[in-house]
């Protein structure tokens, strides 16, 4: 294991992802394995790796081969309204997504994001620097139900009509923070009732790779009105170009969907992906540890395609 020539990587032959075989997480990573992960990292945008066996030390370890490790946000939102989390990990770099109660029994709602629908999203959009990549590790996985999708926003761009380009290219919108993946409030954060009271980071729509230096839509999040609305147009022409921008780019020819199975490590870009998690049965534990990596505030691309 670990060696450059024995690792093998098999596309998903979908929009991205990739399952590379040969690696072991939990065995040191010599640095030409380390630069040969973050190369298909940008050319695949989603890495799986199966049958790892870590333990949250290692998990952290492995986070780190792709860069520096940043604090999910949500803690925050706890430590502000002195609210505790129902089950944390032993290291702060980790969050815990999972479906469980006060008492470890499987539920729909709880302070996670519990067994329902999470609606397409890049992971920490409604920060000011949100995080570059994601890196989840399945520890506890129901019989069937919480698939994970990814959608190429790479591919979302390309694929834009011109009218809708040229509406917003140079253009921002703000990034709801009143609301997690499930669309629940978040602690101690009042739900917006209209447009002015919507809170967060006005990021641009089509934003620039720093690495690929490729176009990307980022969308980010968008829960029930009033929340996302784009800068500079009126009220209801941000509307109907979100509508547009969220159907376009959630398309079945930009998606790859990951069915989970204990052990499962799936390391995405949150750059030039969306992710959405299907629901699950209730009655099933679902136990996951999620780590992210430092990003940097999202590069504005303010001129047309060509």
């Not at 952290?60 to 949500?74: D, L, M």
């Not at 926003?153 to 923070?177: F, M, R």
């Not at 376009?248 to 969907?257: P, Y």
């Not at 995405?268 to 209730?282: E, G, L």
């Amino acid at each position: 294991m670990n060696q450059l020539k024995d690792l093998e990587i098999i596309p998903t032959r979908k929009a991205l992802g990739a399952e590379v075989k040969g690696i072991d997480f939990s065995l040191p990573l010599p640095e030409n394995i380390r630069s040969f992960l973050v190369e298909q990292w940008s050319k695949h945008l989603v890495l799986l790796f199966r049958n790892q066996e870590l333990t949250q030390e290692q998990h952290i370890n492995a986070t780190k081969v792709f860069g520096e490790i940043q604090i999910s946000a949500a803690k925050a939102y706890h430590t502000a309204a002195r609210e505790k989390e129902v089950m944390t990990a032993d290291y702060p770099e980790i969050s815990v997504v999972h479906n469980l109660d006060k008492n470890g029994n499987p539920v729909m709602n709880n302070n996670s994001l519990g067994s329902g629908e999470v609606y397409w999203h890049s992971d920490n959009s409604y920060i000011e620097t949100p995080p570059s990549g994601s890196m989840l590790y399945a520890r506890i996985i129901p019989p069937h139900g919480g698939n994970t999708c990814f959608s190429n926003q790479y591919l979302a761009y390309e694929t834009l009509p011109n009218n809708i380009l040229k509406v917003i290219e140079g253009k921002t919108a703000i990034h709801d923070s009143s609301r997690d993946g499930a669309n629940v409030a978040r602690p101690g954060v009042k739900v917006p009732t209209n447009i002015s009271e919507v809170l967060g980071p006005h990021h641009p729509i089509v934003q620039i790779h720093p690495l690929t230096r490729k176009k990307a839509l980022y969308l980010g999040r968008r829960r029930k009105y009033p929340s996302q609305y784009i800068d500079g147009i009126t009220e209801e022409e941000s509307t109907q170009i979100l509508d547009f921008l969220w159907n376009h780019a959630t398309k079945q020819e930009f998606v790859w969907c990951h069915n989970w199975k204990v052990g499962d490590l799936l390391f995405w870009d949150n750059r030039c992906t969306m992710h959405y998690r299907a629901a699950h049965d209730k009655h099933y534990k679902r136990v996951l540890h999620r780590i992210l990596i430092k990003g940097e505030k999202p590069i504005p691309s303010n001129k047309p395609k060509a």
